[in-house]
């Protein structure tokens, strides 16, 4: 006699489909925005090293002098 637990169960195959296919789209959305964030990191990361390098070549600006301005009446 044959086993009923073993025979394919048609209900069980759509959902675990359904089931892949929604975790496969989570995944791929998850890793998406790990490499946006990553890309964003380093941009950064790479601006504040410029930055430091480049700060120490150039000459420090010059200091803003305040004026005032004339009241009209």
């Known amino acids: 006699m044959a086993n009923?637990?073993?025979k394919k169960n048609p209900f069980m195959s759509m959902w675990l489909s359904a089931a892949n296919a929604t975790a496969g789209s989570l995944r791929g959305r998850a890793t998406a925005e790990g490499k946006r964030q990553?890309?964003?990191m380093m941009t950064a990361a790479t601006k504040q090293v410029?930055?430091?390098w480049t700060g120490a070549l150039?000459?420090?600006p010059a200091k803003k002098t305040t004026t005032r301005?004339?009241?009209r009446r």
């Open 4 to 6: 009923p637990w073993l």
């Open 58 to 60: 150039l000459p420090a």
């Open 69 to 71: 301005k004339r009241k």
């Open 38 to 40: 990553a890309t964003t």
């Open 50 to 52: 410029l930055d430091a």
